[in-house]
């Protein structure tokens, strides 16, 4: 017996000398994983920071290429000097921009986030005077909303701001575990102080100046103490508005008040963008919960509350629609995977006592699997992990292999049981233990050893989230093998088993297996072919099983993107929504439709649609109608959005110098590419041109006049797009913003823009046009950067195509382009993601079996023998792709997960039978005899835990289970294991003891030839 083996005889001899020391600690664990499973934050993803910072600037009613000019490239240039930058982007609007930096994963985004607040901070001076704030965000999967609520009404809601701030956004944040609750969609009223040109102009007061004197108005400060002879009190002069008649009142010069020359009312902000509900006006309000509070608790009381809000009088004919509940979602998932895994238990307890015929043995078995899951959840309470969606993934998934040491000791210490005709004696059960004591040690080392890449090696969002499963599945094989150690033989002791005088006689299946093993043993060449020929086979479901990049409606939802063709008013977007919503709703059954939400604005529209959860279509088919009959547009083009972000799709990036030139090159190229069969919806991620007001001033008049170039500009600019005061903070629902600005008919007619006063020269007005040319250009919608170059990106669905399909037809088409000098082009989002993914994948999973090899050779103290177990691992991989082309699966991340589990899987059967031949032939027996005296032993085992494995996966695989309620399905992942497990299992019941013995007979073959080349060369050196 080896010194391994020998490990287990302390810890089965412990557990039977103090059998209540040993049930008083697993009662221990049991009560602390009881526990745990109420303090263990309940969330839908593990905090995870992402390493992403976005820096926001804005900066409204400007031209991109002003934005890109004065405030994107000086960022970029501050930026730049980040460390460990692996891409940035930027995108100047209209109305601001926004600069992306991704890191790698490894990084510490908190410290450059940091870093990047520093380098803003730094060249802050530099962006224009009027720029007001410089947001600087970075993400936590923590940071989602984990309720999302969509309120409509047939009645106004544009005045709704201060019920629903009072009535509900107030009552939801002081909800224990909630952090923060945005509204938006509707405005708080505002100030608004529009000054009349004329009578500013004959003041002879600046813009800037009726500014300053209210901002110093408006002030609150502390002036320090004043201390008398028995107290010090706190001096604080205040100068704050308290009411409109304040600000009408504030002198401006001697003789004249604010009022005298300007209105002073409240307003509400002109709306820059809107929503819709079911074809009603609607309001979004998202809830966010605290990092430490738990999911499921949040939303029940959230949810209370919106209830209670909804049925009262205030609320009445308003409708609140619960658009997003991530908890239920959860909940969901959690339900179903409950409901997989206790159906698959039920199955694999039936098959177990179908093998073992007693309903003791079968219970003992079965009790593992509870302990195993409470020590699990106990030790990720003590270790700081939550309960989210991939941690149960990996309880689930561990469930089936739960029980496979508890089985494997079982039946060990009852076939020396039955060896000995001993029922209860000690030495019989510590025996037993001991027998299995190394395969079970190897076979839960390398089923948790093939995660370890995942965890210590490169660093990507897969391996990120592989964490959280591995954790699960590491820690609960680690504690099914200590209850396989001590509690299973000490529970056996207490129990009489039924033991015939004579070994019982093999069944049917079992003759005809060792039948046909020695068979095999005594055909080696045959063998080989035979094997050969299976493994051969794997190029046919390979070839045929692709790379699954089709839309799907995770939760139950797709995006219609309405790409608007122009510049339009609100109004005339919010036609075209409408529009398509008439069409929508008017085959509302035909396409399964639930419910449809849109968002819009001058220059986007996003259109959701809520499927119903029963369907009988499929996304592709839902699709393919929607596109048929859809009614033409005037003023865009909808097509079905695309999966989401920058990492995924099919885009192709354009660079280079002139973003006009980029422009025309994607519109050359897209009607190539929409050739291409299987690619839909191809267009460019960039908005169409817009037309731009351009003003230029005559300075010379300007002077003579008294004017210079930047007060007439910044008048217009008041005039356009306000100016923002300090707050009036007297208002009871909290700070309301001052706005100064001019009439609105201003910015609503150009004629009355170009006939706004700018001066007064004794008594005559001076007009904007007098000073001042106005023309009208066409600008670009907006200027995309990547890398610090100027770039577009073109934009394509999926249809029946997959993405190495789509990858190598793009490549035909571009390589038949040729691009000016200057300009470049790459294939980016999907096909970069899921390349670097799968090279991750591919490069862990060599790492794993290369790891597995590593326990095994030390396990088993020899090179070559775990070479016969390693070869298991190629036959469970033709498993997999015929399963995955079988059943209609692609080879997708779901399936990836998959094969690298089965890997740690696979090795168990082939550890548990070469273990068994190794002992048989130290005990002195033949090779032959040793092998099938093995398999004959371990072949009960290996079926039983097998069973139990496939049977744990089976709900999963048959059934409809998505992580999270909402997001990819098991199905490929259970069918991968379940097929690599099953077809391996067949095969390496003759595989495995073949190559033992071929190892076996190679390694003697070559020693004794190597002994024979040596002798006469040894020879020589002695004669000579």
């Not at 099919?650 to 110098?657: A, E, F, M, P």
Request: net charge negative.
């Amino acid at each position: 017996m080896s010194k391994i083996s020998e490990l287990s005889a302390p810890l089965a001899s412990f557990a039977l000398k103090r059998p209540v020391t040993v049930c008083m600690f697993f009662l221990s664990f049991l009560i602390l994983g009881l526990v745990s499973s109420r303090l263990l934050p309940l969330e839908q993803f593990p905090g995870i920071d992402i390493p992403q910072i976005v820096v926001n600037v804005p900066y409204r009613s400007s031209t991109p290429a002003e934005v890109e000019r004065l405030i994107t490239r000086p960022l970029e240039e501050a930026l730049a000097t980040l460390p460990g930058i692996e891409e940035m982007r930027s995108n100047s609007g209209e109305n601001g921009a926004d600069v992306v930096l991704n890191f790698a994963w490894k990084d510490s985004i908190s410290a450059r986030s940091i870093e990047a607040r520093e380098r803003v901070e730094s060249m802050r001076h530099t962006l224009p005077d009027d720029v007001e704030r410089v947001f600087i965000f970075q993400f936590n999967t923590e940071d989602m909303p984990v309720m999302q609520l969509r309120i409509s009404s047939q009645q106004d809601l544009s005045m709704a701001w201060e019920l629903l701030n009072r009535q509900l956004k107030q009552p939801l944040e002081r909800v224990e575990g909630v952090s923060r609750v945005s509204l938006y969609g509707v405005q708080q009223r505002e100030i608004m102080i529009r000054l009349n040109p004329e009578s500013l102009s004959a003041t002879g007061l600046t813009v800037s100046a009726i500014t300053d004197i209210l901002n110093q108005a408006n002030f609150t400060m502390s002036a320090g103490y004043l201390e008398t002879d028995y107290d010090r009190i706190l001096v604080k002069p205040a100068g704050e508005y308290r009411n409109l008649d304040d600000i009408r009142t504030l002198p401006i010069t001697t003789n004249l008040a604010l009022g005298d020359i300007a209105t002073v009312n409240y307003e509400l902000p002109r709306p820059t963008d809107g929503r819709s509900f079911n074809q009603s006006f609607a309001i979004g309000l998202d809830i966010f919960k605290e990092s430490n509070a738990n999911l499921v608790d949040v939303a029940r009381a959230a949810s209370q509350l919106i209830d209670d809000v909804a049925n009262s009088p205030e609320f009445s004919g308003i409708n609140l629609m619960m658009m997003d509940n991530t908890a239920e979602s959860v909940t969901t998932s959690l339900r179903d995977l409950l409901k997989a895994g206790g159906f698959g238990a039920l199955l694999s307890i039936i098959v177990l006592y179908l093998f073992l015929r007693d309903w003791r043995t079968t219970l003992i078995i079965v009790v593992s699997v509870p302990i195993a899951i409470c020590l699990t959840l106990g030790a990720m309470y003590l270790l700081g992990y939550s309960l989210n969606i991939l941690s149960m993934m990996g309880l689930m998934l561990a469930i089936g292999m739960l029980i496979d040491n508890a089985v494997v000791v079982t039946e060990s210490i009852q076939q020396e049981q039955q060896a000995t005709g001993k029922i209860q004696d000690k030495d019989t059960v510590i025996a037993g233990a001991s027998r299995v004591s190394l395969a079970i040690i190897a076979g839960t080392l390398t089923t948790a050893i093939v995660f370890l890449p995942n965890i210590f090696g490169e660093t990507d969002q897969i391996t990120i989230f592989l964490e959280h499963v591995a954790i699960a599945i590491c820690i609960s094989l680690l504690a099914s093998l200590l209850i396989a150690q001590t509690l299973i033989p000490m529970l056996l002791s207490k129990i009489k088993l039924k033991v015939s005088a004579e070994p019982p006689k093999p069944g049917l299946f079992k003759r005809g297996y060792l039948r046909s093993l020695r068979w095999s043993h005594r055909h080696p060449r045959l063998t080989t072919l035979f094997t050969l020929i299976i493994m051969a086979s794997t190029a046919l479901p390979f070839s045929n099983v692709g790379s699954d990049e089709t839309d799907v409606a995770y939760n139950d939802r797709l995006f219609i993107n309405y790409h608007i063709t122009g510049q339009y008013k609100l109004d005339e977007v919010e036609r075209e929504v409408n529009a398509l919503e008439d069409y929508l709703y008017a085959n509302k059954d035909e396409f399964e439709l639930e419910n449809v939400y849109s968002y819009y604005t001058p220059g986007y529209a996003m259109s959701t649609l809520l499927l119903k959860p029963e369907r009988t279509l499929s996304v592709a088919e839902i699709q393919r109608r929607v596109r048929e009959n859809m009614p033409p547009l005037p003023r865009s083009k909808p097509v079905f959005g695309f999966r989401g972000g920058d990492n995924s799709g099919v885009q192709i990036t354009l660079q280079g110098r002139s973003t006009q030139e980029l422009e025309e090159l994607a519109n050359d190229l897209i009607p190539m590419l929409a050739r291409i069969e299987g690619l839909t919806d191809v267009q460019t991620a960039t908005s169409n041109a817009k037309n731009e007001l351009r003003i230029r001033i005559d300075r010379e008049q300007a002077e003579r006049f008294g004017l210079n170039s930047s007060q007439v500009a910044e008048q217009i600019g008041v005039a356009l797009r306000g100016r923002n005061l300090r707050s009036f903070r007297h208002n009871p629902e909290g700070d309301m913003r001052i706005r100064v600005t001019f009439p609105e008919y201003f910015s609503l007619s150009l004629p009355e823009l170009q006939q706004m006063v700018v001066a007064r020269v004794d008594n005559t007005l001076i007009h904007l046009n007098q000073i001042a040319t106005i023309e009208e250009v066409e600008q670009l919608g907006n200027i995309r950067r990547f890398d610090r170059q100027t770039a577009v990106r073109i934009n394509a669905n999926l249809s029946d195509m997959s993405m190495p399909d789509a990858r190598t037809a793009i490549n035909q088409v571009m390589g038949n382009v040729q691009l000016p000098d200057g300009y470049r082009w790459s294939l980016d989002g999907g096909f970069r993601a899921q390349q670097r993914q799968n090279s991750i994948m591919l490069i862990n999973m060599l790492l794993a079996v290369a790891m597995v090899y590593v326990v095994m050779a030390a396990l088993f103290e020899s090179l070559l023998l775990p070479s016969a177990v390693i070869g298991s691992l190629i036959l469970a991989i033709t498993g997999v792709f015929w399963g995955l082309w079988l059943t209609g699966n692609a080879l997708e991340m779901m399936s990836l997960i998959g094969m690298l589990i089965l890997m740690g899987i696979v090795v168990n059967n082939g550890i548990v039978l070469v273990d068994a031949v190794n002992q048989l032939i130290d005990e002195g027996q033949a090779l032959e005899e040793a092998i099938v005296e093995a398999a004959s032993r371990r072949v009960r085992p290996i079926l039983m835990t097998v069973a139990t494995t496939i049977l744990g996966m089976l709900p999963l695989a048959l059934g409809d289970t998505q992580i999270g309620g909402d997001g990819p399905p098991y199905t490929p992942m259970a069918i991968t294991i379940i097929s690599g497990l099953a077809f391996s299992t067949l095969t390496s019941l003759y595989f495995v003891p073949h190559a033992y013995s071929r190892l076996l007979y190679w390694r003697s073959h070559w020693g004794m030839v190597w002994e024979r080349s040596g002798k006469p060369l040894l020879k020589r050196k002695q004669i000579t």
